[in-house]
């Protein structure tokens, strides 16, 4: 007969959660609903947030900028692990990618990958202590969207 493990807080795919939750938020209508905030034990889910989550660097936004969502997901009391952001802005393309690529010349985020599309650019950078971020520039008619994934890997 087999043993089953008793139920724990970490049996739930949290990155998988994260992911069903930004998709919602981004398939609404940022106008259709007001400002709101939830927490689910580690989880902290915001619409039109007032502050970003910590992890995603402010060097790497551009100015002029709308917060639509946000989504965190944290590790222990004070540590985040994973990280979602997005905005909308007025910028041109060009002017986001000059703020991303001049931020990533400081040298504590390494590019390690850039793809264009016509109406889409993504970065992938590389930071100290095994972190990752991700942005995606995405163009619509008269603004752009712009989204932010942070990742650090953690041994716990």
Known sequence: ?????????????????LIIISLFFTRCNPSSFSKESYSFE??????????????IPRSFLPESVHFLDSVELRSGFSNARESYLILETQLSKE?????????????????????????????LFEGFIKKSL???????????LVKYFFKKESSY
Request: net charge neutral; proline share 10%; charged share 35%.
């Open 1 to 17: 007969m087999m043993e089953r493990k008793p139920h724990s807080h970490f049996d739930f795919p949290m990155p998988f959660f």
């Open 95 to 123: 002017e986001i990618q000059n703020t991303i690529e001049k931020r990533s010349a400081l040298g504590d985020w390494k590019l390690l990958q850039k793809d264009e599309e016509p109406k889409k650019t993504i970065y």
């Open 134 to 144: 991700s942005v995606f520039i995405i163009e619509e008619e008269n603004r752009r």
């Open 42 to 55: 580690r989880v902290n889910v915001s619409h039109l947030p007032d502050r970003i989550p910590p992890t």
